[in-house]
């Protein structure tokens, strides 16, 4: 290390140890104990007294009567031990209190009460103490139980009367409980539950009770025992739980996909709910880091991707009209690593909260000491389960689509639906196994202690050289998390292909063109990913060059919405629900597509970069695009899978409320992040409320448009009408077989004919 | 303002006025991305909009020659001249928005060597707080002290700069990533640890007064904290 950074990094340590007493906003303790400005922050999210971690080694203890008698007043006396040892007449530690109920007062010069507060702590005076003592005036009722909320810190008085330092200190804190003397006794519960806790015991409370009801039900009408109830949903579930069809593992996916969509929009809608206003204390900040960290995880890999993949499974092989994939029990495996991996990603709420790194992981923090909740540990496993998920299935597409089409599906007459998935999965393919190494060597780095991201320079500020490198793992992730969003929005446009023609009772304007587009972006997408990298001080030469990539991929997508509209002019359109859903697909991307064009451009992402800007950008392109695209798939492809038709007035209404509330609730947002608001911050600058109640007011509605959706799903299945082999006139050889399609797929392998051979 | 005059025009000085030392008013980069959005957008609405109006399927159309049937490749439409006019079109314009791009770049990457600024600010960021110093032997002018009169110091979460001068930052961070952003003026820089990162500001270009630091780079539980002030003030 030369003597210049040596230099800065002296200045900058003293700078921080000079100041790290004045207003902390995380409620850092200080020489003269936790002021009423700093107590809402200790309340809601604890102490980060003289650092983020407690320590085991410091005991608190409260010395206390064993119960209480209404109105009188006791000393109590607070005590901690361990940490740095003592130092006579030198600070030596501070601490906290707050009772639940009844009154604390300061008996001494050592603890005092702020201002309109509850709680005592240390003062000037009192931190050259290990040991305060104070009087608690006991409430009212005596036949409740009392709880005392305390922190201890221990420290070594490496600070100069005025100062503070905090390096060497150590802090923990306790909870006691004093019952009154007519206070019925408790049993000991196991901790508040946290708020995600509480959703998912109350989620299983539900899914157990219906199925107790169902059970039940079953039971009394049927006359049947338990045994044979359960017997006769085994014959349903079985062939589910073992079989290889592409078409059982294609509905598999979509519905576990959806249902993973669900899991975390209610997670967007927490965040949401955070929002609804500035300082809200509806999820402690823990909390609402895990809470975006899971829903941005869940959305990407396990709904945007099953959904992806769960149409390809039903539609490549009959597309391309073949019997199955190439390899059925493989297919089965990649599929049933999914929700496995999944579980895992979200058992972190289990063992004390889930991953809180965003959906990013960017190290060092992914590797620091303040991320060590085992969620993490849990995020980044889940998700290596995840990866080879994903690597399996692309083996799998690509030798389906280049060994198995039927006579007369050359490459040139793919449908373009099985065009988009052929270039999707061999982004997958080259991009996938590079985030799954660089997992690994994250998971190294947080359970062995290797270095390769940690930066740990700056964790050893005085001695090592041995610096390693936390940009290094925004490389590996980048080039694998931008091929990875057009691994997600490409097989949307090769569905808006399939409808948009469709409904226009048109052949695609350019197909030739719409082939080279999809490819044109497959190739780009692996030399555009430094656009995420504009701040990091990166070479400008390299900034440079992705800046061009960048604005580059708009002309091949261009080519896409200008060949839809082609295809739409001249022919006779067709307004039902698949065809809305897709132009309304069509406006919603345009707009994704122009503000990604404004954040390729570096002097304005440097202005928008990390703020709402970039949020309001990928809502609109992956929910705007690729969700909405896929909507409109189910309402094209279900009477395929079922033989019934959906529900066209519940299918236009879910339309109409998704298309408003979806701008309403993300459109602003392009305003609240010009304004200023980075993304991922649990509270905002108090001007944006209004802003923000409107955006989450409308993203309720939007969430709960969603119903419409499930409850079309259900009630066309039983009472829509009966579809027949082709009712929307496709062409593709997926309609030439009946609906549903029998066992094989095809009684008789098809050959695809050109319109040209019948004239 | 009203909420609805939020929507439509967003409030940030530094977004459309004289935005990184680039030509102010409509030939500025925010105004051209603008300009060439609303044409773009304004294209594909109007076409689809004119498409479903014009070409809506009647009860009794005929079928149309190249109509699709069940087990058939198309007839292939399709016109070569007017698919490479919107190839080459967007490719225009695409050139075009990277050229206007340049030219605040030029401007924002000639990060003045220490010797040529008015003050060099050591920043160091951790978790949660901003801290600054100035140079060495910067003489910090007497009527520096509105963090003091705000109940701030002046380093801590808190920073007085004088204006009309050229102010360099060098950033480091102590732990994990963070990110330097002055909300009102644009600049935004990461805090790496190990990697001395730098952004500067020419503080005649911003009127004097109060400008917020937010940390954009998550880096923990309070993130969302780890705010300061800038003050620029006339040195007296």
Known sequence: MNRRTLKILSVGFLVSILFAVSAFPTANTQPTGIDSGLTDMVEANGCSCHGTEPSSGVGISLSMPDNFTAGMTYTLTLNISGGPSPIEGGNQGGFFIMASSGTLNSIDDNVWKPEGRTHLTHNEDGNNNREWSFNWTAPESDSIVVTFKTYGNSVNNNADGSGGGTSGDNWNSASFTLSGINAAVVVDDHGELSTPQKLIYGFTIIAVTLGVVLIGNRMVTKEQSFEEVLKDYWKYIYPWLTSTDHKYIGILYIVTGFAWFFIAGVLGLMIRLQLFEADNDFLTYQEYNSTFTMHGTTMIFMAAMPIIFGFANYLIPLQIGCRDMAFPRLNAMSYWLLPTGGIVIYMGYFTGGAGDVGWTGYVPYATSEASTVPGTDFWVAGQIMLGASSTLTAINFVTTILRMRAPGVTLMRMPLFTWSIFVTVCLLLLAIPVFAIALILLLADRTFGTLYFSGSCAGDLMGTTACSDPILWQHLFWYFGHPEVYIVILPAFGVLSEIISTFSRRPIFGYTSMVYALTTIGVISFVVYGHHMFTTGADPLFRFVVMLTTMLVAVPTGIKIFNWLATMTGGSIVTKTPMIFALGTVITFTIGGITGIILASIPLDIAFHDTYFVVAHFHYVLVGGTIFAFLGGVYYWFPKMTGKMMNETLGLVHFAFSFIFFNAAFYPMHNVGISGMPRRYATYDPALTEMNQFISVAAFIFGFAQLIFVYNVIYSYKYGEEAGDDPWDGWSLEWTTSSPPPHNSFTEIPTLKSAEETE | ?236
């Open chain 2, 1 to 236: 303002m009203s909420l609805l005059e939020d929507i439509i025009f967003s409030d940030n000085p530094s977004i459309w006025h004289d935005f990184g030392g680039t030509s102010p008013g409509y030939a500025g980069i925010t105004w051209q991305m603008m300009i060439w959005s609303i044409i773009t957008g304004l294209l594909v609405f109007v076409w689809m909009a004119y498409n479903l109006i014009m070409f809506k399927h009647k009860e009794g159309d005929p079928e149309h020659k190249d109509g699709l049937k069940a087990g058939f490749f198309p007839h292939e439409r399709g016109d070569p001249k007017i698919e490479i006019t919107w190839t080459v079109a967007p490719l225009i314009l695409v050139i075009w928005l990277t050229y206007i791009s340049l030219a605040p770049l030029d401007y924002l990457w000639d990060v003045p060597d220490e010797d040529e600024t008015g003050l060099v600010v050591e920043v160091v960021a951790g978790q949660w707080y901003w801290s600054f110093s100035y140079e060495d032997d910067y003489e910090v002018p007497a009527n520096f002290n509105s963090c003091a009169e705000n109940g701030e110091v002046n380093g801590f979460n808190c920073f007085e700069i004088p204006h009309d001068s050229i102010v360099r930052f060098n950033i480091n961070a102590l732990d994990v990533l963070h990110a330097f952003y002055i909300v009102e003026i644009g600049v935004k820089q990461d805090a790496v640890p190990g990697i001395e990162t730098l952004a500067w500001i020419d503080t005649s270009d911003v009127s004097p007064g109060e400008y917020n630091i937010y940390c954009t780079e998550y880096c923990g539980n309070s993130h969302s904290q780890m705010l300061a002030t800038l003050y620029i003030t006339v040195a007296e």
